[in-house]
């Protein structure tokens, strides 16, 4: 009798539980919602993403197919945005950039996610990693971004898989650094203290008690990781020492457009925008999480 | 104020060492025998191996870099295998440009950004404030690269205005014949900051704005233009200022790029040059110097912090 009341008392304090998760949920999402900008950011991304996808059945004949007597042809007659110096079609040329682009983002940030974490909650945990680690961090984000990431590549040698490891390299202090200052301070909480008296061991601890409450500032830096790294990636292949071509990717796309910017206009205001496009909409969506995810804010 | 000085400097040695570190360690990321990769295809077995030797590439890890840390402390920061001239006069010679730029660049941001942050800040919610601030945001998401190419398609181009590319010093032409040719990529590179400056500006005044002392001011009846500049834009100047810092770098290390759009000879260009010559010492002093330069600029953000508002205890 009594251990049925007791179960059913717990199953009303998980239920609880589970409602007041739910709520939060709602709450979040009612204030993401409500957040006109990352709404719109979100949307951006989706099409980005949604055209990305499908470039091999908006454009089956690829990104290297050469329509060699349409050279540097203007938009219209059978190249909706014109062809390239080599009578590439330049939309076929976008959507494939725009995959590559959207691909290195997105790796990037997931390993500066995934690593960042790492490093942060363990540097958060252990005092003396914490003093090694984020001196590495310090010393790291000493060097500016784009000249590190070019240091990086003038040694690696320019290939898509090196760009985003130089470009992880880069930015993974960013986000450890926020990951560390939010494990801190979740640290001192009365239930961490909790926790150790109870005997959990320190991967418990780190993992199932601190790692989910740091979650939401992570994600939100992770989403400007994503930016800047399309930001960086595009200035690298713009150098020519990012994705070689004739990959395309929407920075070596300008890169060539520099040479013939004189007679062919769409060959920068087609790629410039969706690259323009694809930040503004990371960075509208960042901002959105940033203020939907973070209490502190408002 | 001497002693926050020691404090905040020997702060710094840690940071320098491991910075100097990574630098040191880009050789030896190389794939391969480093020795073999700057010499290239051409080279015989035994050019290499000279080269392996005077490099010291056999040594442990540490003694290398003990004694290229030696070495740079002396002020020698390696050898260029192209340009036949010490490195510091190389990097002195290339930084001048980028220095030029970069002082037009903020000159710009600042010009821009200030008003328009005050602006937004004024007609919070109005009409005027989502306008300046979609304006930011659209100044971020910008690469300046790509902002050159359009001005230049726009205003060298197409109307004539202004020239698309070069460099004048200031030595032969002028100030007035440097700055034109200085015009555009200074454009390009402050444009993008003043985003950033224009949104601290405005978040910043925001939050000074509601202060106690600001109510009693209005409550007096001094007009808000007055509030602002005269009341609350110091209070307001520690982030902008910070922001200010930070945009130094972000402009020196963008320059990378836009110098080579606009055939400008700074450090950004010879990084550039050095990378597609296999020039690696050339590489590494450019980043370290720029690095120094980075940790030296948070310093004088935070010893200029007290200057601007005395209530921040810096020898606690």
């Known amino acids: 009798m009594e251990f ?4 059913a008392k717990k199953a009303s304090l998980e239920e609880v539980k589970e409602a007041m998760k739910k709520d939060e949920r709602c709450i979040i999402l009612k204030r993401f919602s409500r957040n006109k900008l990352a709404v719109y950011g979100l949307m951006i991304l989706f099409f980005l993403a949604v055209i990305a996808i499908l470039a091999p059945v908006i454009k089956p004949a690829g990104p290297y197919f050469l329509d060699v007597s349409n050279r540097l042809a203007s938009p219209g007659n059978g190249h909706l945005l014109g062809t390239d110096t080599f009578g590439r079609d330049l939309l076929a040329r976008i959507l494939y950039g725009t995959r590559i682009s959207l ?7 997931l390993l500066s996610l995934v690593f960042g974490l790492i490093i942060g909650l363990y540097a958060s945990y252990y005092k003396f990693l914490d003093q090694i680690l984020m001196r590495i961090c310090d010393g790291i984000s000493a060097i500016p971004a784009i000249l590190l990431a070019i240091a990086f590549m003038a040694v690696l040698g320019s290939s898509t898989k090196n760009v985003i490891l130089s470009l992880s390299m880069v930015y993974i202090p960013t986000v450890a650094r926020i990951a560390r200052s939010q494990a801190l301070s979740i640290m001192e909480l009365t239930y961490i203290e909790a926790m150790r008296a109870l005997g959990a061991s320190p991967t418990r601890i780190i993992w199932r008690h601190i790692a989910p ?19 960086t990636e595009a200035a690298l292949s713009f150098l020519g020492v990012g994705v070689p071509v004739p990959t395309p990717s929407l920075g070596n796309i300008l890169y060539e457009a520099k040479t013939v910017i004189y007679k062919a206009w769409w060959m920068v205001v087609y790629p410039g925008g969706v690259t323009a496009l694809s930040i503004l909409g990371l960075n509208m969506l960042g901002d959105g999480l940033r203020d939907a995810l973070d209490q502190h804010s408002r | 104020m001497g002693k926050y000085l020691m404090k905040r400097c020997s702060s710094l040695i840690p940071v320098l060492l491991i910075m100097s570190f990574v630098v040191f360690m880009l050789i030896h990321l190389i794939p391969g025998d480093p020795a073999k990769v700057i010499l290239g295809d051409e080279a015989t077995a035994e050019e290499v191996a000279v080269l392996h030797q005077k490099m010291g590439l056999d040594d442990p890890i540490p003694l290398q870099y003990a004694h290229w840390m030696g070495r740079i402390i002396t002020g020698n920061l390696g050898e260029s295998i192209f340009i036949k001239q010490p490195m510091g006069e190389i990097i002195k010679s290339h930084m001048i440009p980028t220095l030029q730029l970069t002082f037009y660049s903020m000159l710009f941001a600042f010009i821009v950004a200030l008003p328009l942050g ?16 979609s304006l930011a945001m659209i100044g971020i998401s910008t690469p300046s690269f790509l902002l050159s190419l359009l001005m230049i398609m726009f205003f060298a181009v197409k109307t004539g205005l202004l020239p698309s590319a070069g460099y004048k010093p200031i030595a032969q032409f002028g100030i007035e014949g440097n700055f034109r040719y200085m015009v555009l990529p200074a454009m390009a590179l402050g444009l993008v900051e003043a985003g950033l400056l224009i949104r601290m500006t405005r978040s910043s005044l925001l939050d000074v704005m509601q ?11 001094v007009s808000e233009l007055v509030i602002i ?13 910070t922001v200010m810092g930070q945009t130094v770098i972000a402009v020196i290390s963008s320059a990378t790029v ?24 050339v590489i590494q002093a450019i980043v370290l110097v720029i690095a120094v330069i980075n940790v030296l600029m948070y310093l004088l953000v935070d010893i200029l912090y007290q200057f601007i508002d005395p209530r921040i205890k810096l020898n606690r």
């Open chain 2, 229 to 241: 500049i005269k009341h609350a834009l110091k209070n307001a100047s520690l982030p902008i200022l």
């Open chain 1, 213 to 231: 409450n740091i979650l939401s500032p992570v994600i939100v830096q992770t989403s400007f990781v994503f930016a800047k790294a399309i930001i």
């Open chain 2, 118 to 133: 005050i602006i937004a800040a004024k007609n919070r919610g109005r009409g005027s404030d989502s306008f300046i601030s």
């Open chain 2, 211 to 221: 202060n106690d002392y600001i109510k009693m001011a209005r409550a007096k009846g």
């Open chain 1, 4 to 7: 049925a009341q007791a179960s």
């Open chain 2, 258 to 281: 836009i110098e080579t759009i606009f055939n400008i000879p700074g450090v950004g260009q010879l990084i550039v040059n050095s990378v597609t010559r296999r020039d690696y010492d």
């Open chain 1, 103 to 109: 691909e290195i983002g997105a790796s990037v940030s």
